[in-house]
Every structure is written in C-alpha cells, then in structure tokens.
C-alpha cells in the first residue's frame, strides 16, 4: 500500500504501509468528480501528529470544490474544518500527546515561512500555500497527520461538535474583529444566513448592533437560527422590500455596514445600494464568478469596501480566547450530523440550505 508523506518539508507522493481507510476525494477537476474510496492510512513522522478525526464541517469551500469554482489540487481528500483526539505524535512534537483532543489550522499545511505574508502572519496570501482538503489531503476520512504548528488543544468549556467550528469562526472573527470597528447601536446589514453569517450575526449580536439578516424563502431555516440568535430583522428578499424595509428602521439614512456571505452574484449591488453614504462593505463570501459591482455607487457614496479572506495567526489567537471564554453559544448554528457513508445526503441539503452547519463523522469499521 501507498500513503502520502513529506521529504525535507516537500509534498512527495506515496510512502508504503499497510492499512487503509475510507475518505472522500475530489478525484479529478470538474463538477461532482467526489468519491467515496479506499486510501491508505497516513504515516505519523517524527514532527507528525496523527489524529483520528472525531467531526469535520462541510464548508462552503467544500461546496465549491464540488462545483469546482474552488482551486484544489485532486486527487486530494477533501474537508478541512475539525476536531479530533491525538493517536500518535511524532519524537519531535512538545506539547501535544496522545489522548490531546484538539482542533486544527488547516491553511498552513504547506507554507513557505519566508515570504513577507508568511513572516507577518498572513499565510493566506503566501504564494506557495496549501491548505488541508483543497491542496493536501484533508479531514472527511478517519485519520489526518498534521504538524504541530497547526494543532490547538479544544478548551474544556466546548464539546467536540464546536470545536469543529473553530476554522469558520476564525473567518467570522476576522470579518468582524479586525478589518474595521462596529459600535453597539450599528445598523448591520447582514446577507445571507448560511454557517459563516450565523457566526458573523453571533459576534455582532454579542457587540450590541442592530443586525438586519436577509435570505431567500430557500433559507427559512436558517433565517429562523438567526432570529433565535438575536437578529433585530429578518427578511425573506422574494417576498419583502429590503430597501423598503432598511429605509424604514434607519429612518432614510442605510446601514452602517453591510457583511455579504451569501456569495450571491444578485445580492452585491442589493447591499451597496442599502449602505448609508460614507458607510462599508465587508465581502466575506465566495463568489466563484464574475459579477457586475455598481462601482458608481461606491464612488458617489464614498463606501468602503472590504475582502475578508478566511483568517490569520492572530485571528486564532482571538478564537481561542473566544472559545476557551465560552462567550458564543455555537451549539443552535449545528444542525445535522451525517455519517460520512451519507456524505451525499448531506451534500443535498446543504444545497437545499434547509440546515445551519452540517456535520459529519467517521463511520466505517
């Protein structure tokens, strides 16, 4: 058998070993080309930790590799948001053991640490990087190998189910922790109530804004999660006036800030049109396509507009703060948890969003 392991810090191809595992790949580029397949099971090196993933999230990005409006590197396992329980560590490794349960970094599988971006923090923009489940083998299997630079200890106050939320929070903390200010009192608008704008609402309700969440009739459900929440509004955009409904609670004047997750192409030039003059824009959603931006609008009203990509050292610095306090309750934005053998029924309802964060576990003996 082959398993994937790394020579002088390189990706190499295969190492030879004996048992194997199911996962789901991403097999070849196109849309759909995922697959349920026997792997073998990852090697634990001298710097290594190997974790038995206990429950991996279904992302967006996910999503997105499956329609492949997602750079990945295939045949790649593909998830890369979860928590685990450390079954071997490396003689290098310091501070984490077997027995550790822990949740994982994802994004810096494969960094160069020297480029500027790397040095500072910011290894998103290193131009080399991979991520867990997109350029490296990834979490929707039963066992990853990680390096220690990734691995955080899960705090005691949160279970192992939250503790796989901990990647998509770092990105709702950088969108709304880092990049500008909101005061309690802020008229928020908030577009789309999928898992990421659950917990950029979560952060925001806990700041004191007014937020005004908006979906389609397709996201009932998690229009619903977001009441439940603390959402000021909530509109329905198929049956209800937004700009109707932002120029009644805002007395004519618009919001404050608008943060875009849904993705939507027709939702942008929505939002920019509900933001007040001198307001912001903060996109923390993928696209995935082109889409017209009523630039005019930006001008004429002097907006400031914001790209939220995912998250930095410092940003989860901020979530294991966050976490270890328990000042957020993750537990309503969970919904459904699915075997990986169901990975395709789980797939659908994300698709239909009736659901908040879908979930999923290792089931295969």
Known sequence: MLAPFRMNGTPILYKRVDLEMKALMKTKP???NLHLLDIPEPVCDATGIKIKVRYSGICGTDMHIYHDSYKSYPPVVIGHEFSGEVVESGKNVKNINPGDIVMVLPSIAWTCKNCMYCKQGYYMFCSERRSIGSGVNGSFTEYVVVNEEMVYKVPSAISLQEAALA????????????LTEFHAGDWVLLSGPGPIGLLC??????????????????DLTRLKIAKELGAHTIVDVFIEDLQEIVEELTEGVGVDIAVECSGAPSTVNA???????????????IIGSDVEMDMDSILYKQIQLFGSYA???????????????????????????????????????????????????????
């Open 30 to 32: 196109g849309f759909g």
């Open 311 to 365: 998250h930095s050292m410092k940003t989860w610095e901020k979530v294991k703060k966050i976490l270890s306090t328990n000042k957020i309750d993750l537990k309503p934005i969970i919904t459904d948890v699915f075997p990986l053998s169901e990975w395709e029924r789980a797939f659908e309802i994300i698709e239909s969003r009736e659901c908040g964060k879908v979930l999923m576990y290792y089931d295969f003996e």
């Open 201 to 218: 609402l979560s952060l925001l309700v806990r700041k004191g804004c007014n937020v005004i969440v908006t979906g389609t009739s397709q």
């Open 167 to 178: 990647e998509p929070l770092a990105c709702a903390v950088q969108a709304i922790e880092e």
């Open 271 to 285: 939002v920019i049109k509900a933001i007040k003059k001198m307001g912001k824009y903060i996109q923390v959603g």
